[in-house]
Each structure stands twice: as structure tokens, then as C-alpha cells.
């Protein structure tokens, strides 16, 4: 995105970005792609960045994202928050080494990120404790600030937080997952404790019983479109 006032996460506005815009192009690809496959990718915008160099490898990462759509009036693209909920991303700290420590550093960090709207306070407490418990660098401002994209960072350079913010095309975690999860939970209690979740929510006995046949009872699958399609 370019240089400027943060407005998607700071002020929960939209987004306008005119024809004459550097990053006009690449949203529209960005708006034809998911167009193309809804199902398994989707769009999110992501500030501030986390950037350096990680075991040899460049990481130029958002540290907070939240999944957005775009829409059109004329030419112009306008770029527009899809729920009222930023995420952690954790992908750049993690590695196969993780220790313990680093996983509950983590699941630490995932459930406090801050609310949206983002608040200077609120963000910059945030990225303290980033920084604290990931041993991550501060070079940005955190005041709702877009400063200039950073070039590849060079090998050697720490992990630093900087004032950057952009859109780009993720693979969808789970989408069918998710998909049948939300049907199973939207028959109601009764009909979720018939299914395997029933033991985690306490409402199956203790000991096992037979399993009724599929003739006389609902069941559920997880994943019923992949079945269907014979995957």
C-alpha cells in the first residue's frame, strides 16, 4: 500500500485505490484471482510488517491481518474489510525447531492481539510484547502509519517491526473444514452430540456403545463435498 495514513485497521474504512495508483494492477489481479478460486484462497490485508532475515531466509510478513474484499465503482478498486477481527500471524516466528517456550510465547501473542479498530495504545503494547517474547526489533512509528515497502532485507538483519502494510492472495486454512463445521453446529445441541464432537462437549457417555446402522441414524461427515466428489 502506499505511503500514508492507515485507515483499513486503524479507522475499520474502506479502502479506495484509483487507476492512477502504483498498486492498482496488482489488486485487480489479486481481485481476478480470487474471483477464480473463492474456494481455497482468499484475500487479506496485513499491517505493520515484520522484516529481516531468519536462518538465511528473507521474511517480509505481516504481523497483523484481517480478511477483506474487494469491490468496484468504475475504476476504482475499493478495498474493504470482511470482519471486524485481526489475527496474529505467527508463521515467521515459527520454525521445526520451536521449543515449548516458543509455542506458548505464541499461543500467548494469537490470544491477545489487540481489537479492532486498532488503537496506538493498544497496538503498540502489543508489539511490545512481540517483541519481548519473540526477541523482535521496533523500527516503526505504530501510530497508523504507512511508510515506504522495505527492500529484501540483507542477510544478517534482525527481525524488525516497520510501518507497512499491503494486500495479498493466502491459501484458505481449512475451508471445508470450517464449511462443515458450521452446519454441523447450526442443527443445534441435540444433533451435535450425536456426532463424534458429542465427547468433547460431555453429552456422550462415558463407555462406548455399538454404532447405530446409517439406515436409522443422522450422521455427519467432515468433509461430505470431498466424499461426494470421490476424493
Not at 483499513?8 to 487507476?19: A, H, Y
Request: charged fraction near 20%.
Amino acid at each position: 500500500m502506499e505511503p500514508g495514513k492507515e485507515a483499513l485497521m486503524f479507522g475499520g474504512r474502506d479502502i479506495r485505490v484509483g487507476p492512477a495508483s502504483p498498486g492498482h494492477e496488482s489488486i485487480n489481479k489479486m481481485m481476478a484471482t480470487i474471483a477464480l478460486n473463492p474456494y481455497e484462497r482468499e484475500l487479506l490485508y496485513g499491517y505493520p510488517y515484520v522484516v529481516g532475515q531468519v536462518d538465511g531466509i528473507p521474511i517480509r510478513a505481516p504481523l497483523l491481518t484481517i480478511p477483506v474484499t474487494i469491490q468496484t465503482e468504475g475504476a476504482t478498486l475499493i478495498v474493504h474489510p470482511n470482519e471486524e477481527m485481526v489475527r496474529f500471524n505467527s508463521l515467521p516466528f515459527r520454525t521445526e525447531f520451536d521449543t515449548s517456550a516458543q509455542e506458548l510465547a505464541l499461543a500467548r501473542l494469537i490470544e491477545s492481539a489487540p481489537e479492532f479498530p486498532l488503537h496506538e495504545d493498544a497496538l503498540r503494547l502489543f508489539c511490545d510484547s512481540v517483541s519481548r517474547e519473540l526477541k523482535v526489533g521496533l523500527k516503526g512509528k505504530l501510530d497508523g502509519t504507512i511508510d515506504t515497502a522495505p527492500a529484501v532485507p540483507r542477510e544478517g538483519t534482525p527481525l524488525q517491526i516497520v510501518d507497512c502494510a499491503a494486500c495479498f492472495v493466502a491459501p484458505k486454512t481449512s475451508y471445508f473444514l470450517s464449511s462443515d463445521l458450521q452446519h454441523i453446529g447450526s442443527e443445534g445441541a441435540k444433533e451435535v452430540g450425536q456426532t463424534a464432537l458429542g465427547w468433547l462437549i460431555g453429552t456422550r457417555p462415558r463407555n462406548p456403545r455399538p454404532i447405530p446402522s446409517a439406515t436409522t441414524k443422522r450422521s455427519f461427515s467432515l468433509f461430505p463435498r470431498i466424499r461426494a466428489s470421490g476424493a
